[in-house]
């Protein structure tokens, strides 16, 4: 077995560090969620953290460990905490999407989560699912390869996780009731972040940036996780490429870029190769925005790569190469350019599906109440759809209702093909397709499946980009498109090769993606877009998994300290 240095950064206002690689796994976590203030943008406020730290703590472990984590809220509000790309196998119980696999962790209580590893190599991360707390609750969770095992690039000299957050100067809380009671769309943020940090070209930000110090000749592996609210992002260092080399708990192909493009939801390992003259140089990142009339915070948040050694330094670093704001063929350039490394996953690419799904992703509206005010489009209010079906949060948790055969919580029948044809991505479309369906329903696969399933986005109220995201699973991404999906021509032109394994997938404005994956995980999973305010919209959906035959195909049986209603 071998050991990599672990390198610490003492950073003033931020107190990230390196993980030393290989560092000792810990089997057990105590996460107390709880206030604590934080100065950001020139003014200061309480925000929701994890044993008070802003990004939260790192979980670390080797490929198929067992990782508990004593969660205890001392918050005000409810809380429910999720491990994003974890498939928690026949263990649904601690997924942690609230009013799907569990109720809420109300203030004082505590509930004891266990994460099961299984395949996952990597990085992934945590967040809260609930309500937008995991704003600021969230952290990068590290899978090792199993001991006496190695990584398939040549070890890095050090690691470090980059992720990207945002910050509003108000309350996150009072940002979400706000936008929930109007009807429009949330106000935009005020900074986009770097481990916490805005960085200088903000107000206030200058001496807290993130800076990551480096030797000449080095190559760090960055663990990069897009924990950001609603944006997509485009990410670079002045004059370094960086070599991806895995992707949402998974090795890929090694793809070298200028930069790289990362939905919320999605992680990245990439190489760095400090190759460049002793100095400082400017780490950058922005949004990428296709959605026309679409607000968000077009501002850029910076961090510092910094050479160790004697220099004198350049007193205004250039800023990297980033594309424009709306560059599609950019981000679907390099998101469409990921390869799977079919050699560490062998036979696991699905050739024959056995139960096809076409779904359409959708912003629409709802009329306004009468007697309200409302601020989405001409007065009405905000919403979204999967196949026309707006969904509706329960009033107890669906993973409960099924395992005890609960009735009235949810339904089955969720439409499997979008219930209207028309051309989805017309320059204009009905208004009397943009109101959509309410309901909680359910698809319903048996174990065993071979599921393809298309993603469809609409031009409804808006097209715009949709990073889809399925718990309890990984998926491979086969195709990607343009307009609308062809079943008798796209299918032809998918890679069944070597696609990338992902478990949250960028489907493109007024296009498709196709993903496909074998249901031989029970439960109940949700799939939901990862925009927060879509999600918060309604575009989500439930996929219960069945039980298979074997011991090992079943359900496992709730933990005793689940939360109730």
């Not at 569990?102 to 699912?129: D, N, Y």
């Not at 903000?202 to 940036?209: D, I, R």
């Not at 948790?397 to 209207?420: Q, R, T, W």
């Amino acid at each position: 077995m071998w050991f990599l240095k672990t390198v610490i950064f003492l950073q003033i206002l931020c107190g990230f560090c390196f993980v030393g690689l290989h560092s000792k796994t810990q089997h057990q976590y105590n996460f107390v969620v709880k206030e604590a203030r934080y100065t950001r943008l020139c003014s200061t406020k309480s925000i929701l953290t994890v044993n008070g730290e802003f990004p939260g703590p790192v979980i670390s472990a080797h490929q198929g460990d067992t990782v508990y984590v004593n969660v205890y809220n001392r918050g005000t509000h409810n809380i429910t905490l999720h491990w994003h790309g974890v498939k928690q196998p026949r263990n649904p119980w601690t997924d942690g999407p609230e009013y799907i696999t569990q109720c809420p962790i109300k203030p004082g209580e505590k509930f004891r989560q266990k994460i099961l590893f299984s395949r996952e190599e990597g990085t992934l991360w945590w967040h809260a699912h609930s309500d937008w707390s995991r704003a600021t609750v969230h952290g990068a969770i590290i899978i090792y390869p199993r001991k006496h095992r190695t990584y398939p690039f040549p070890r890095p000299y050090a690691e470090v996780p980059i992720i990207f957050g945002e910050w509003w100067k108000n309350d996150v809380w009072k940002v979400y009731t706000e936008f929930r009671r109007t009807g429009g769309s949330p106000n935009n943020s005020d900074a986009i972040t770097i481990n916490g940090q805005p960085g200088d070209l903000y107000p206030c930000s200058n001496s807290g940036t993130f800076k990551l110090n480096v030797d000449q000749g080095k190559t760090y592996l960055l663990r990069i996780v897009n924990a950001a609210m609603n944006l997509i992002l485009f990410f670079s260092i002045s004059k370094h490429n960086l070599t991806v080399v895995g992707a949402d708990g998974c090795y890929t192909k090694p793809l070298t870029r200028d930069y790289i493009a990362i939905s919320p939801g999605q992680t990245i390992d990439a190489l760095l190769y400090a190759n460049q003259e002793p100095d400082q140089y400017y780490m950058a990142a922005r949004a990428y925005s296709s959605g026309a009339a679409v607000p968000f915070d077009n501002t850029t948040t910076t961090a510092i790569l910094q050479y160790n050694g004697n220099y004198p330094p350049i007193s205004s670093p250039p800023l990297p190469y980033l594309p424009y704001y709306n560059d599609t063929q950019a981000a679907f350039n390099f998101f469409g350019s990921l390869r799977g490394l079919p050699k560490r996953y062998p036979k696991s690419i699905p050739f024959n599906a056995t139960t096809h799904i076409e779904t359409t992703l959708s912003v629409n509206t709802f009329p306004c109440p009468k007697g309200q005010t409302c601020e989405g489009p001409n007065g009405t209010r905000f919403a979204a759809s999967i196949n026309n079906i707006n969904f509706v949060a329960s009033s107890i948790d669906i993973l409960e209702a099924y395992y005890y055969h609960i009735k009235g919580v949810y339904s089955k029948g969720f439409p499997i093909f979008p219930p209207f044809l028309f051309n989805f991505t017309a320059q204009y479309l009905p208004l009397e397709l943009q109101i959509p369906k309410k309901g909680t329903k359910a698809i319903v696969l048996k174990y065993g499946s071979v599921v393809e399933l298309v993603f469809q986005g609409t031009n409804l109220v808006g097209g715009i980009d949709h990073p889809m995201h399925l718990h309890g699973y990984s998926f491979h991404v086969v195709g990607y498109g343009f307009g609308n999906f062809n079943k008798a021509k796209d299918p032809l032109q998918y890679n069944l090769l070597d696609p990338p394994l992902l478990n949250t997938v960028v489907v493109p404005k007024n296009g498709w993606a196709t993903i496909r994956f074998k249901a031989t995980n029970p439960g109940v999973w949700l799939m939901h877009c990862h925009l927060e305010r879509h999600l918060s919209w309604g575009m989500e959906t439930v996929f219960i998994v069945k039980n298979g035959k074997g011991w090992n195909e079943t359900l496992l049986p709730p933990p005793p300290d689940m939360p109730r209603c």
